[in-house]
């Protein structure tokens, strides 16, 4: 199975907004609604931030929000602070039962 | 409050088998959850190894499969995690961590690193 599809890097300044994209295919991202998106700090464990495309966890700011569309899912930052500058990562479910994992994000806080 | 704390040797030889434990504390391991192992390599993304729920029931990635094997031990509220034939390509820190039926992971243990090397 291939890894999900997102960019290395993004970027913004603090009060912006900015969108994270996860792109897969019909046998994973596309067909189901198990996207979930974790972040990262350096050194730390991963964090999930959204789970089932667009639903926080407990605890987890309503800045974050996440959507889908075809075979891409996207995390959406809204009012960018300098705490949210980390790596963030999407996973879908997959046909084969399987969980895939994209590359990893880099959030700039600018 | 669900916490997860892996624990193994940091050090392993070429070819010989990675075998680490996650001991779970705050929660049952005998509940309708999978538990996970994940790995990420130094500097690189996070890759799925397998998750297995306490009736027995596996599943793995594709890549890795044929060297994993992961165990439950319900009276000691733990899982393991064993990967043989290993490479320096096996470097990295390894989680733990809860996982929502092969959905999501909602609970992660710290992660240890583990270094093949002779």
């Known amino acids: 199975q291939s890894a999900l599809t997102q960019p290395a890097s993004v970027s913004g300044s603090p009060g912006q907004s900015i969108t994270i994209s996860c792109t897969g295919t019909?046998?994973?991202?596309?067909?189901?609604?198990?996207v979930s998106w974790s972040q990262q700090h350096p050194g730390k464990a991963p964090k999930l931030m959204i789970y089932d495309v667009s639903i926080r966890p407990s605890g987890v700011s309503n800045r974050f929000s996440g959507s889908k569309s075809g075979n891409t899912a996207s995390l959406t930052i809204s009012g960018l602070q300098a705490e949210d500058e980390a790596d963030y990562y999407c996973?879908?479910?997959?046909?084969?039962?399987?969980?895939?994992f994209g590359g990893g994000t880099k959030l700039t806080v600018l | 409050q669900v916490q997860l704390q892996e624990s193994g040797p940091g050090l392993v030889k070429p070819s010989e088998t990675l075998s680490l434990t996650c001991t779970v504390s705050?929660?049952?391991?005998?509940?309708?959850?999978?538990w996970g192992w994940i790995r990420q390599p130094p500097g690189k993304g996070l890759e799925w190894i397998g998750s297995i729920h306490h009736s027995g029931s596996t599943y793995f990635t594709p890549s890795l499969k044929s060297r994993v094997t992961i165990s439950v031990d319900t009276s000691k509220n733990q899982f393991s995690l064993k990967l043989s034939s290993v490479t320096a390509a096996d470097t990295a820190v390894y989680y733990c961590a809860r996982m929502f039926p092969i959905r999501h992971f909602d609970y992660w243990g710290q992660g240890t690193l583990v270094t093949v090397s002779s």
């Open positions: 996973s879908s479910y997959t046909t084969s039962s399987t969980v895939v």
């Open positions: 019909s046998s994973d991202v596309g067909g189901y609604n198990y």
């Open positions: 705050g929660f049952s391991i005998s509940s309708a959850y999978y």
